[in-house]
């Protein structure tokens, strides 16, 4: 089966690689390791707020998967249920502490939208960000969100969660998600307010 989706070129969903997996086909996995080690990565970053132990965190999250394939449950997407895994890992590693791709769009002060780019591609969530000051004070920005706006905000823009992926992996209401991102978006967007009205200035000129 797994051969037969590859010979004709389509592109077969994670639940199908999960299958695939399940009737052992391990290099399906490596598939699911490609798609989704950045995004973890990136995600557990600036969870954890260390490069290192996000990849060692990255790695144990996609082991930990790995294992427990039968008994994912197909009624959810994959990648729900994978970032539920490194979700639940950052969380662990944060209590033993004691410690706390998709565009960030926002209006700025003349209404227009200003999307801001937080792809990881490497070392820095952020380093695709052409203005490295924008990318520190954006930074600085999300990391002085209070906890519940913050961890939405790093599913969303880091994860790269769907809004509805959000409220299944944290077991609130659809609604609630879009309210608190949206708060999250307001104190970010004024915060970074300067830098919004500066790039309206450039694009005018």
Same mark, same amino acid.
């Given at each position: 089966?797994? %051969?037969? +989706?590859?010979?004709?070129?389509?592109?077969?969903?994670?639940?199908?690689?999960?299958?695939?997996?399940?009737?052992?086909?391990?290099?399906?996995? /490596?598939? !699911?390791?490609?798609?989704?080690?950045?995004?973890?990565?990136?995600? !557990?970053?600036?969870?954890?707020?260390?490069?290192?132990?996000?990849?060692?965190?990255?790695?144990?999250?996609?082991?930990?998967?790995?294992?427990?394939?039968?008994?994912?449950?197909?009624?959810?997407?994959?990648?729900?249920?994978?970032?539920?895994?490194? %979700?639940?890992?950052?969380?662990?590693? &944060?209590?033993?502490?004691? +410690?706390?791709?998709?565009?960030? /769009?926002?209006?700025?002060?003349?209404?227009?939208?200003? /999307?801001?780019? +937080?792809?990881?591609?490497?070392?820095?969530?952020?380093?695709?960000?052409?203005?490295?000051?924008?990318?520190?004070?954006?930074?600085?920005?999300?990391?002085?969100?209070?906890? /519940?706006?913050?961890? &939405?905000?790093?599913?969303?823009?880091?994860?790269? &969660?769907?809004?509805?992926?959000?409220?299944?992996?944290?077991?609130?209401?659809?609604?609630? +998600?879009?309210?608190?991102?949206?708060?999250? %978006?307001?104190?970010?967007?004024n915060a970074l307010s300067r830098y919004l009205a500066a790039g309206t200035e450039g694009g005018s000129a």
């Amino acid at each position: 089966m797994a %051969h037969a +989706v590859r010979r004709t070129g389509l592109k077969p969903s994670d639940e199908d690689l999960v299958g695939f997996c399940l009737d052992g086909d391990s290099r399906a996995f /490596e598939v !699911l390791v490609a798609r989704y080690q950045r995004r973890l990565t990136g995600f !557990l970053t600036h969870f954890v707020g260390d490069l290192e132990l996000a990849r060692e965190l990255t790695q144990e999250s996609l082991l930990r998967a790995w294992k427990a394939l039968d008994r994912f449950d197909p009624s959810y997407k994959f990648s729900t249920w994978l970032f539920r895994i490194a %979700h639940n890992l950052g969380v662990d590693h &944060l209590r033993r502490k004691t +410690v706390p791709t998709r565009p960030i /769009e926002m209006e700025n002060p003349d209404g227009d939208r200003v /999307e801001l780019s +937080v792809t990881d591609g490497g070392k820095d969530p952020l380093g695709h960000l052409e203005n490295r000051e924008l990318a520190a004070e954006l930074r600085n920005g999300i990391g002085r969100l209070r906890p /519940e706006y913050r961890e &939405l905000v790093l599913l969303r823009h880091f994860a790269g &969660l769907s809004y509805q992926e959000i409220s299944d992996l944290k077991g609130i209401p659809l609604g609630t +998600v879009k309210n608190k991102l949206f708060r999250a %978006h307001t104190v970010l967007r004024n915060a970074l307010s300067r830098y919004l009205a500066a790039g309206t200035e450039g694009g005018s000129a």
